[in-house]
């Protein structure tokens, strides 16, 4: 660079109050004249300066944070466009939203009229990022634009002027790691958000906010190790069993002072041996000096301030909030009294000049007369400070940068403050007598006490941002936003004290996902994204190889964690009522897309859990549109996958992976079965046949006035139960003839009488009067055993054939039986389960079971909270 024509130069601040500053200081004696640009609040500051013996014409003005937001494409954006599935692969872009429009047209005015574009944004890897955003807007009105990084720690002359003279070129590697994280985060949070929102929120009364249809139950791959933290600490202290415990305590007065003595064991669980111990003390008192140990006690200062210890240490000894903590500092950054806030470093490079940064304090009021004796080579007091061991090598530690005794409008919040100046901690201790080696003393005291062990306290602010920061969740600039995020989504709750707690909600999502075996909630996933965040900025990796991988994985994670999507129902069953809002047949819609609705249209068929706990596929236009299939009333989860059935048109048609409670299928089916709705899936039909389902038609019941939907023509074969009975496996008759089966027709069944092999009086239902049915029970447990049901759906009666004396009578019960009503259990938490519905029925395998039953295993006899096969 050289002397010439002077050239125009753009020069982009993140912040007005940036821009500001950085333009006043560069115009000291040059003049300066300031205009409105587009936008009213990103003004423009011209001036001359000189850059490396190179006239330049200066113009400052600014962005307001992200000048861009990355979003799915418009056909994504709305909840029910598509299966939250689809979000791992659907296009995104970055777009610059409505309201910074004006900001963007001031950038493509200046810069079509300059030369350079020098980036004045904050000087992290976020900062990078906004300043490529800058860089596109601005090359797409000039594309010969000279692109120039200014690097800078505090807005200070000194700091300002030494790096417009030493202009670097952007690090794009820092905008990829940034735009890998933004990317991964939007499709990981929308797909999650999406699922539990439209899972939860309508099937439950969450009464702890009002207005609560408009209520996001929102997942962030931060945020939710975060509350992790939380929920677990609270399960440590629920579960910690107190325990008594029993320690010799030893005290000593002379002269000299007192001297208190600890027990080497510490404490005894066992009071006999505790009181053995303290006995032969009581009878031998005399004590003998063993080893005499004379140790210089030191104190070191604290290390230089990263961002992370700022939090804490305002968190334990102001009660500042982590986020009010970074409002503050930002606040005294941009003021020019501090350095940058948002920095890991904490060590002190050996070029800063420590020196001049304490000249500055020393004539304050409180501090001054210390700074004046530090800097006396007299007074020897002067130690450079310590190094924690972590350098960004982006910024320094957080420290003064000009000398102020107060300023107006200051709260006490923006004063922060080694013993003479740090008041926050001290030498303690007491003064102790002298003791020889061989010496011997009788106690003053000596006392057998007792204890209770007591559990950990719940998590402070300082205690979970320590938390994060080891296991690398978040950064120092982002770590008190996921904090304030628990708060804000009703998750937990932070006392007077800066403790939290887990809400209700917190507590059920966490109990959820960890009943289903993922850790989604434990840390180790997003350390493992952060890692390779760092490789990308290092260069180390590539965005797009980052990108895959991590985005495969969760996909993976996400389709198997809405399979086991009843998980999270049965733990917000625990604490929460369930919801009775109309259209209830809406609330449980998974938003998973089957197939194209053949009837309207205009929209997609999708899976759909009803509150019944039934699924069904129904269109996204109902009631508009009424075209549904029923699926079979034995699925206890069900989830749409990739797969495309080749049978079924027109398609795509997905394939949905079923799972049925064992007890209500025949034991030659299996409990996992990936099907298909499309008609040409024979397994499907037949379950729907011996289990039944709402409508108990055949496989699809279209929209009213049309015909029920008949198998594809070019359905594939192969499936070796079509030649067989599905009850008995044998060839020669169908299902509906098998003898040793009641046959099914349009919901009625018949079958053989008690009479019909004794001669005694049939057993007859004691609520319609109707001769009852007996079967054959195809349970593990009752494999053989013979039961009678009634042959009306409507009743529910049930008795088996071995509890029945020669007067027809059951057993332990009622006249013919009745099966008891069973309750459900407590389960974890704060709130205990529902009760279990009156009624009893019998299941095509020949098990009573409750209307209400367990969703682990499918037995009717406890809640799936109480399961003893839960963590199985």
């Known amino acids: 660079m050289s002397g010439g024509r002077p050239i125009r130069v753009l020069n982009v601040a993140e912040k007005p109050s940036v821009a500001k500053a950085v333009a006043g200081i560069l115009s000291r004696n040059h003049g300066l004249r300031t205009r409105d640009g587009r936008s009213r609040y990103n003004r423009i500051f011209e001036f001359d300066y000189t850059i490396r013996s190179q006239p330049c014409r200066m113009l400052v003005t600014s962005v307001t944070g992200h000048l861009m937001e990355l979003d799915f494409d418009d056909r994504y954006r709305k909840w029910h466009s598509c299966d939250p599935a689809d979000l791992y692969s659907a296009p995104v ?304 530690p957080i420290h003064p940068t000009k000398f102020s005794a107060g300023e107006s409008g200051w709260s006490q919040d923006h004063n922060k403050n080694y013993l003479d100046v740090y008041r926050f901690e001290s030498w303690g201790g007491s003064m102790i007598p002298n003791y020889t080696f061989g010496q011997q003393f009788v106690p003053t005291t000596l006392t057998l006490d007792s204890g209770v062990t007591r559990p950990p306290p719940l998590l402070s602010e300082s205690d979970l941002l320590s938390c994060m920061d080891k296991a690398g969740i978040g950064t120092d600039a982002t770590m008190h936003d996921h904090i304030k995020k628990l708060l804000d989504r009703f998750y937990a709750t932070k006392d007077a004290n800066t403790r939290f707690s887990p809400t209700n909600l917190g507590e059920a999502l966490v109990m959820g996902y960890d009943d289903m075996g993922y850790e989604l909630w434990k840390p180790y996933l997003r350390a493992m994204m952060e890692c390779d965040m760092k490789a990308v900025s290092l260069g180390q990796k590539r965005k797009l190889e980052v990108l895959e991988t991590c985005l495969q994985q969760m996909k993976a994670c996400f389709l198997d964690a809405r399979l086991k999507k009843v998980k999270l129902l049965e733990a917000m069953e625990i604490f929460f009522e369930r919801s009775n809002r109309p259209g209830g047949d809406e609330q449980h819609a998974v938003g998973e897309t089957v197939r194209s609705c053949s009837l309207c249209r205009e929209s997609d068929m999708v899976l759909k859990r009803r509150p019944d706990g039934t699924f069904m596929v129904g269109c996204l236009r109902f009631p508009h549109c009424r075209n549904v299939v029923w699926l079979p009333g034995a699925v206890s989860e069900a989830a749409v996958t990739t797969h495309v059935c080749s049978s079924c048109t027109p398609g795509p048609v997905f394939k949905i992976q079923f799972k049925f409670r064992r007890l209500e299928i025949p034991p030659n089916y299996n409990v996992d079965h990936l099907g298909c709705v499309g008609g040409c899936d024979e397994t499907l039909k037949e379950l729907i046949e011996i289990c039944g389902t709402g409508p108990r038609i055949p496989v699809s019941t279209p929209a009213r006035g049309r015909r029920p939907m008949e198998p594809s023509n070019n359905a594939q074969g192969g499936n070796t139960r079509q030649a067989s009975c599905v009850h008995c496996s044998q060839r020669g008759h169908s299902s509906n003839d098998c003898p040793s089966q009641v046959s099914n027709t349009r919901g009625n069944r018949r079958g053989r009488n008690l009479n019909s092999e004794n001669g005694t009086d049939p057993v007859v239902c004691n609520a319609c009067g109707t001769p009852c049915v007996l079967r054959t029970a195809n349970t593990t447990a009752n494999r053989g055993r013979k039961f009678y049901t009634c042959q009306s759906q409507e009743c529910n009666f049930f008795v088996w054939e071995d509890t029945i004396d020669n007067n027809g009578v059951g057993r332990g019960g009622g006249p013919h039986g009745n099966s008891p009503t069973r309750r459900g259990g407590r389960g974890r938490g704060r709130r205990g389960a529902h009760n279990a519905a009156d009624a009893t029925f019998v299941t095509a395998t020949g098990e009573p079971v409750s209307g209400r039953r367990c969703f682990a295993c499918g037995d009717p006899s406890h809640f799936a909270n109480v399961c003893p096969n839960r963590g199985l």
């Open 93 to 396: 872009r970055k777009n610059v939203p409505q309201d910074k429009l004006d900001i963007k047209r001031t950038l493509e005015d200046e810069a079509r009229q300059c030369q350079w574009l020098v980036l004045w944004l904050d000087c992290d890897r976020e900062g990078e990022n906004i300043a490529f955003e800058v860089v596109e807007v601005c090359t797409a009105a000039n594309r010969h634009l000279d692109i120039w990084r200014a690097r800078f720690s505090a807005l200070i002359d000194r700091e300002i002027h030494e790096s417009v003279q030493n202009l670097v070129r952007p690090n794009e590697l820092f905008a990829d790691a940034v735009d890998a994280r933004q990317e991964i985060d939007l499709r990981i949070g929308a797909s999650f958000t999406r699922f539990q929102t439209m899972l939860l929120k309508d099937a439950f009364v969450l009464d702890f906010v009002a207005g609560d249809r408009n209520l996001v139950l929102s997942y962030g791959p931060c945020q939710f190790p975060t509350l992790g933290f939380v929920v677990e600490r609270y399960w440590e202290i629920q579960a910690h069993e107190p325990e008594e415990f029993w320690t010799i305590n030893c005290s000593h007065t002379s002269d000299d002072g007192t001297a208190t003595f600890n027990w080497m064991r510490g404490h005894l669980f066992d009071y006999t041996c505790a009181v053995i111990i303290y006995e032969m003390c009581v009878e031998e008192p005399t004590a003998t000096v063993a080893k005499v140990r004379n140790q210089e006690k030191l104190k070191y200062p604290p290390y230089p301030l990263s961002t992370i210890e700022l939090q804490k240490r305002a968190s334990r000894y102001f009660r500042m909030s982590s986020e009010h903590t970074m409002k503050v500092a930002e606040d005294l950054y941009q003021s020019g009294f501090i350095s940058y806030p948002r920095t890991e470093t904490d060590c002190f490079s050996v070029n800063t000049d420590l020196h001049a940064i304490v000249r500055e304090q020393q004539g304050h009021p409180s501090w001054g007369s210390y700074a004046q004796r530090l800097l006396d080579p007299d007074a020897g007091l002067w130690r450079n400070p310590g190094s924690g061991g972590h350098d960004d090598k982006a910024h320094p």
